[in-house]
């Protein structure tokens, strides 16, 4: 399959069932509302040295809101259950509570597993605390120095998706990364998906494990490194010098599907040669994602 | 089965008439013959529901009361959840000990709306009470949780005795609001007469009052301004002497 003279390789993208949570973020301006949701999903890319993977998901008009004021989604994912309420409980208190003007919110009300997060930081007010039941939730006020926090007691969280992906292998870094950004463009503020890396993107794509120190989780994929392609079996085609990788998570698999879809097509552009995945063999993670199905239309 | 039962009122009552069974969760169990032979009382004597109203109906959890109602008390008193609308004034007593469910009153209200029973130490402990329309005396009075939104005026006592719970008022609240409350807001939107053991301690915008009007506005249908929405309140802490973990909170302007 070639799109736009890229080649579409026929592979596919293996991804994780992950745990995941959408925060909602509100504030006096837009600003505010961001300059939270940008420290509460700072050091977030990847649940191997984070042990937790978030991004915001879209911004927020007003009216999308609970208390009509600008806002922030994020979606929060961990690789387990016990985890996603200690890293919520730790993120949220020390990034949205401390930051001026904002309030939180559960962005999936209709999720029966609930984390008792705002619960548990209600008793950064010392008992001077108080809660009030809104429509059938419960929220609590917590008394600051600025005025009082608002946040909602219990968080939804369910099944998610962890590490959508796709390689974009271009003929020079300046090509690789022109198509990185016009896919991350594309793909923003798409509902249901993150992109978790640093403005979306990924150099440093690893294989599982190492072939050299015990103690590494990941190490650099060599098959994909353009500099190793004389000592290391390599998988780039003739002519590719550069490779960026774009990860996705998301609320479930239809939406990483559909982002992908988007993402891809946008960086089809000229200096890339082909576009291709990250997988496992299909042994490790449960969710597949092939290509050529996907830029086809059909549901994978 | 029926999406909502209609009592429409047939026969006036010529003294107080109670009402303090017709709930809609009993109703929600009832065929339309059972629901007319519920007991109800007459100028203190017993009677059947039938006697007065017509019934439209049976086994919903959304009950409209229709006609001229002042002389009936104890509407949807001890509640438990549904939805009941009464669509005209009513009397005294309007779910007093309910906990659970919502009440809208498409007029005015007589005294104690979501207080106590005769003898009780706490009136309603949950759902929502909304008075399209003026209430009496002591409206949310001893109220332990929930909602009791009055649009127009509130007479003496509003919010007396309140354990937690919230009570808002956007006409003229009357005195001794808030008198001996333990927790619970009683949110002001108009003038309101303060019992002095409230303590001034500061102007601010609570987001929890912009969240519950908003809430109001969009999932209650009520007109409610933005400039109540959006607005500073003077918070006072009280009753100081009680607990004094309650507040009033007096809109002060946009």
Redesign the interface.
Known sequence: MIINGVTIEDTFAEAFTMRVARIVITGKTARWAREAALKLTGFATSVIGCKCEAGIERELTASET???RPGVSVLFLTMDKESLPQQLIVRLGQTVLTCPTT?CFDGLPAAPDRLAVGKALRVFGDGFQ?S????GRR?W?VPVME????IEETFGMQKGVGGGNFLILAEHPDAALAAAEAAVLAMTNLPGVILPFPGGVVRSGSKVGSKRYKNMLATTNEAFSPTLRAIAPSALPEGVNSVLEIVLDGTDAPSIEAAMRVGIRAACLGGVRSISAGNYGGKLGPHHFPLRKIMSGVTA | MSDVVVLSLRTAPVGALELAGVTPDRLAQLPQREIAALPVRHAGRGAALGDFFTVKGERAARVRLEGDLRLAEGMGAGMMGGELVVEGHAGRDVGVAMTGGAIEVRGDVGDNTGGARPGAARGMVGGEIVIRGNAGEDAGAGMRRGLVVVTGNAGRGTGRGMIAGTAVVFGQTGPDAGRWTKRGSIVACGPVARPATFRYACTYRPPHVRLLLLYLRERRGLDVADRWITGRYDRYSGDLAELGKGEMLQWAGE
């Open positions: 609970p208390d009509g309030a108080g009030k039941v809104i429509g929220y006020r005025g009082e926090f608002l």
